[in-house]
C-alpha cells in the first residue's frame, strides 16, 4: 500500500511542486469523458482534490478510477500543483491539487445506505435507525468527527490541569460487590462462582475515599457509571464523569479548584474567558429558586404571596 505522507487536510499552496501520498475514501467523483477524471478525497482531516489525467497514465488506471464511486478506499502518490480551474474558497486545501503518477484501490464500497455528510442526498439527513443500524458510515460525517475529536480534546485539557495541580489520574475497578448508593446497579453473573455476581459501579465512591486514605491526597478519573434506573434528561444507563477526591482541603479550596476547571475548559476549548463564577448559598438558592442548581439566566424567581393569598 502506498503509505501516506500527508492527510487530506494538510496541504497548501507551500507544497506546490511535492510529491506527496494520501489515503482516504472518495467523497465525490467528477468524470469529465476526456481523459480527466476529479476526486475530492476525505478523511478525518479535510478534503482535497485529486486529478487523473490520461495523458500521463496508462489506460488501465484511468479505467479503474473512472469507475471509482462514494466511500470507495484508495491511495494515490502524485505532485501538487496550485488548482487549475482557480481556488475553491470551501476547502481549506482549495488552493491545490494533486495529480496522480500512481493509484491503488485499496477497498470497492458496495452501494451505501446513505452518504456520510450532515445534510444527505436531497438536502435531508438520514434517519437515526438507518444510521444507527450503520454506524461506522455515520461516524464518517463531520459533525460526528468533529464531536470525537472534540470529546479528545476536552479529556486532553482535563488531564492537564488536574496534572499541573498535583492530581494523580487512578482507574479504579469497573467489577466490584454491591455498594448502593441510591439507585439500582447493573449485575454481571460470575461464570466462576455459580450464583454469585459483580455489580457495576454507580461511581467510585467507595474506591476514592480508600485512596485517601492510602495517602494519594488527590485522585482524578474520568470514569464509566453505570445505573439501571429509568432515563431522565441528564442521566443515561451508562455515562462519563470526571471524579476526583482532596485531602487536607476546605469547602473553598473544593470550589477553587473546580471553578479553575472550568475556566480553563472554556479557555481551551473556545477561546472564551470565564469573569469569576457567581457564588449562592444553599439557603438562598432555594428560597429564590427553589433549586440548589439554579438557572440564573431567567427571573424566574420564587416570590412570596402569602399576604395576597391570605
Same mark, same amino acid.
Given at each position: ?208 475515599? @480508600?485512596? $485517601?486514605?492510602? &495517602?494519594?491526597? *488527590? ?5 464509566? +457509571?453505570?445505573? !439501571?434506573?429509568? =432515563? ?22 473544593? @470550589?477553587? $479548584?473546580?471553578? &479553575?476547571?472550568? *475556566? ?5 476549548? +473556545?477561546?472564551? !474567558?470565564?469573569? =469569576? ?34
Amino acid at each position: 500500500m502506498l503509505r501516506r505522507t500527508h492527510t487530506c487536510g494538510e496541504l497548501r499552496d507551500s507544497h506546490v511542486g511535492q510529491t506527496v501520498r494520501l489515503n482516504g475514501w472518495v467523497n465525490s467523483y467528477r468524470g469529465h469523458g476526456t481523459g480527466l477524471v476529479f476526486i475530492d478525497l476525505r478523511d478525518r482531516f479535510g478534503i482535497t482534490q485529486v486529478v487523473f489525467d490520461g495523458e500521463d497514465l496508462g489506460k488501465e488506471i484511468l479505467d479503474t478510477a473512472d469507475h471509482l464511486r462514494n466511500e470507495d478506499v484508495i491511495a494515490i502518490e502524485g505532485s501538487v500543483r496550485i488548482r487549475a480551474g482557480g481556488e475553491n474558497p470551501k476547502l481549506i486545501t482549495g488552493k491545490i491539487e494533486v495529480v496522480v503518477t500512481k493509484f491503488e484501490l485499496l477497498n470497492k464500497t458496495a452501494n451505501p445506505p446513505f452518504l456520510p455528510d450532515d445534510t444527505g442526498s436531497g438536502g435531508k439527513l438520514a434517519n437515526e435507525e438507518l444510521r444507527l443500524t450503520y454506524r461506522y458510515v455515520d461516524l464518517r460525517r463531520p459533525t460526528m468527527q468533529k464531536a470525537l475529536a472534540t470529546r479528545h480534546k476536552l479529556y486532553q485539557a482535563t488531564r492537564r490541569y488536574f496534572d499541573e495541580n498535583g492530581f494523580l489520574e487512578i482507574e479504579t475497578p469497573i467489577l466490584y460487590k454491591s455498594t448502593p448508593e441510591g439507585a439500582r446497579e447493573f449485575l454481571v453473573p460470575s461464570r466462576h462462582m455459580p450464583g454469585n455476581w459483580f455489580a457495576l459501579p454507580q461511581s467510585p465512591q467507595l474506591f476514592k475515599q @480508600i485512596l $485517601m486514605v492510602a &495517602g494519594c491526597d *488527590r485522585y482524578m478519573q474520568i470514569c464509566r +457509571c453505570f445505573r !439501571d434506573e429509568d =432515563p431522565r434528561a441528564d442521566r443515561q444507563a451508562e455515562f462519563t464523569q470526571i471524579d476526583l477526591e482532596m485531602s487536607f482541603v476546605r469547602r473553598e479550596h473544593v @470550589i477553587e $479548584m473546580m471553578e &479553575g476547571f472550568v *475556566r480553563r475548559l472554556w479557555k481551551e476549548m +473556545c477561546g472564551y !474567558d470565564v469573569p =469569576p463564577i457567581q457564588k449562592m448559598p444553599y439557603r438562598e438558592a432555594m428560597e429564590r429558586f427553589g433549586i440548589d442548581r439554579p438557572d440564573t439566566r431567567y427571573a424566574l424567581e420564587i416570590t412570596d404571596i402569602s399576604e395576597t393569598a391570605a
